[in-house]
């Protein structure tokens, strides 16, 4: 896919006056967190598991390379391949090669970032290879030939009309906009696919560096199809996702699903260690799996940014971001959105593309209090901001204006009458500042979009009555600087 | 070409990480499951599993196995059924009485492509289940127990088989489980695949709705056997 990281201002802009998406990102925002707090309101002390499903991952990437090359041994002790690729081209290279070797025709694939991260539908499509998405979700988005807008429910900015419109055009069936009837029609389309297809592709939840299982999590059964029915099952995993032992998947087990999606349990928990049996009917001939580094190697370095490496994909601090809950997952331009995708996107995206993004933050911190592996986000946008920031050979520090500009604004900010009055005398002066900025005076430029984007209040009431409100404001202002 | 990838990232990885840290006093690894008595109260199981949409019958006598079938067979209009070979679901005898209701019964064949056919023509999979957890109401299914991948993902209804012996009390009782089969095995293997399968397929990708049905089966039948 196109990255379109670098136009995050300009794609959240649109995003924002679109008032249908809006309302669905309302939707997307509350249901998923009253189903997160549900399923952690059932949990003893959800805090202390928190603190456990981190020690697993601080444990784990403390680990990586010994994980990695226990995890190779095991799989291939059960018949499995390993393969290491250095970057999405490699790793392309890689499932082509396997593809080609195998005389693959068709491919059916489970819903995972990964693959969208190292573009591995355009490159299997380069290749002659015709890619099914099979998730429900990923199958609506590929019809549509978008981006996928959210971790969780790719497809969820979407209405049921505009769906029915797709696969009524696509599928070539009779116009309904009943979910229930669509997803049969998806079901009935995919099934055929999966019977038919040479390769299943998918992504691993995880992976357990102690017995060579990959571990996959869903609620429809695509991604068990993909690993059950086609002689060849390819799993492609970037390396942060091994995990040390069976105790460690299983604390993770007690907090993805409860954060990704509000359930105790997904409803299919696969363990899958290596392929078929001799005595066995289903399941996998050949089993490969795909190891990604893709500049993790790099974030690694890094004993702070490292912690992004703990991140379990669960999509909780999309639901709670005032950023990304108005913006939307497509103004972010690649595969990972809102504060995990801000700070991933920066570090892995070529050519400072992802520059915007860690500045597409208020700080507010509501990603860290729901992150269940306990990553500090905003600390991480901070030092981004730092780098992003000295890369551009700005100064460290602060200039005197931004310092003035600063001060006055906080202490407006902090007196709710004061802003009221202050904001509503812009009106009038806002068609001058228009007049200014066309002039080129300095500094109007910064003012103008900042003021676009918003509605000033008008002072409905007189300021003889407003004043006694904004007087004692001051007043008491004045003893709490 | 692939060695020299996987030597790169090594490294890479080791000069960030020179030292790896000592392992901390290892916790005894879990080598059993701890199995609920049978008497222990079976209503928070029951709850969970209606919650999830599943359907859920424990029968205390074979009347009640073949009510609990007829029922099912009637309600979804079962014609065919393909049932695992696993031991245990030949005792149960579930497989003849299906038959004497008419249901045309399969075995897992030998040959694999006449096999997923007859998941696909079937609409009715049956399969045993290693055990049941009362924390979220997951059934834990094993390859290869007689071909039961497929025949839990392929046809509509999934209809699992269990002794009320074999109930766990929570999802992490499953590492004991993985590791007992690890021990047993003469490889000192896994299974090639575990599942815990805790309801039926579902999907709420169109604008939040629940659909129950979007790959995997549209409906989940347990039978827990007490007698």
Known sequence: ?481 | MNRRSREIILNRLKSALPHRPSKAEAATKALEPQWLDITTSWEPLLDKLTSLSAVVRIARAKEEVKNFLENLTKKNQVRKAILSSAPFLERTGVGQILQEMDVMVQKASHKRSDFIEACSQAELGVTSAQAIVDESGSLILRAPQGSERAISLLPPIHLAVIEAKNRVAHVSDLVGMLRRWEAESPEGMLPSAVYLITGPSRTADIEFTLVLGAHGPKALYVLILDY
């Open chain 1, 1 to 481: 896919m196109q990255v379109q990281s670098h136009r995050f201002k300009e794609l959240a802009i649109k995003a924002i006056i679109d008032s249908r998406l809006q309302q669905n990102l309302r939707q997307i925002g509350e249901t998923f967190r009253t189903r997160r707090e549900q399923a952690f309101s059932e949990v003893k002390d959800p805090e202390a598991l928190k603190d456990r499903a981190r020690e697993v991952k601080e444990r784990a990437i403390a680990q990586l390379p010994w994980l990695l090359e226990e995890l190779e041994t095991k799989v291939k002790r059960v018949g499995g391949h390993v393969h290491w690729a250095r970057d999405a081209r490699e790793a392309n290279a890689l499932i082509i090669a396997i593809a080609e070797e195998a005389q693959v025709h068709s491919v059916v694939k489970g819903k995972s970032m990964v693959t969208e991260e190292i573009g591995l539908n355009t490159a299997l499509a380069r290749h002659g290879i015709d890619v099914w998405e099979t998730d429900l979700g990923e199958f609506i988005i590929q019809l549509a030939g978008e981006p996928p807008s959210h971790i969780i429910g790719p497809a969820l900015h979407k209405n049921k009309e505009e769906i029915a419109r797709l696969f009524s055009k696509k599928l070539d069936i009779p116009y309904t906009d009943d979910p229930q009837e669509l997803t049969m029609a998806a079901r009935r389309a995919l099934r055929e696919r999966f019977l038919k297809a040479d390769m299943g592709i998918t992504g691993a939840n995880m992976a357990v560096a102690e017995t060579g299982s990959v571990i996959l999590v869903e609620n429809e059964g695509n991604i068990r199809f993909c690993s059950t029915i086609p002689r060849i099952h390819i799993s492609v995993m970037g390396i942060e996702k091994v995990v040390e032992s069976l105790e460690d998947m299983a604390t993770l087990l007690e907090v993805l699903p409860r954060s990704a999606s509000g359930q105790r349990l997904s409803v299919y928990t696969s363990i899958l260690t290596g392929l078929r049996r001799p005595n066995e009917l289903d399941g996998p001939e050949e089993f490969h799996l795909i190891l990604l580094d893709n500049r993790r190697t790099e974030i690694i370095k890094d004993p702070e940014l490292r912690q992004i490496l703990y991140c379990i994909r669960c999509g909780a601090c999309l639901n709670v971001c005032p950023v990304y809950l108005k913006a939307g997952g497509h103004s972010y331009g690649w595969v990972y959105s809102g504060p995990m995708g801000s700070v991933l996107s920066a570090l892995l995206l070529p050519d400072r593309l992802g520059r915007e993004l860690p500045f597409a933050s208020t700080l507010c911190g509501a990603c860290r209090d729901v992150c269940p592996v306990k990553i500090d986000l905003p600390r991480l946008l901070i030092i981004l901001r730092q780098r992003l920031a000295e890369e551009k050979g700005q100064e460290a520090g602060i200039g005197f204006v931004q310092r003035l500009a600063s001060t006055i604004g906080s202490k407006v900010m902090a007196r709710p009458t004061l802003y009221q009055f202050l904001s509503s005398t812009i009106r009038p002066p806002s068609k001058a500042l228009h007049l200014l900025d066309e002039r080129g005076v300095a500094g109007v430029g910064h003012i103008i979009p900042w003021a676009r984007c918003r509605n000033f209040p008008q002072l409905k009431d007189p300021f003889s009555r407003k004043w006694p409100k904004l007087e004692k404001e001051l007043a008491g202002a004045r003893s709490n600087p």
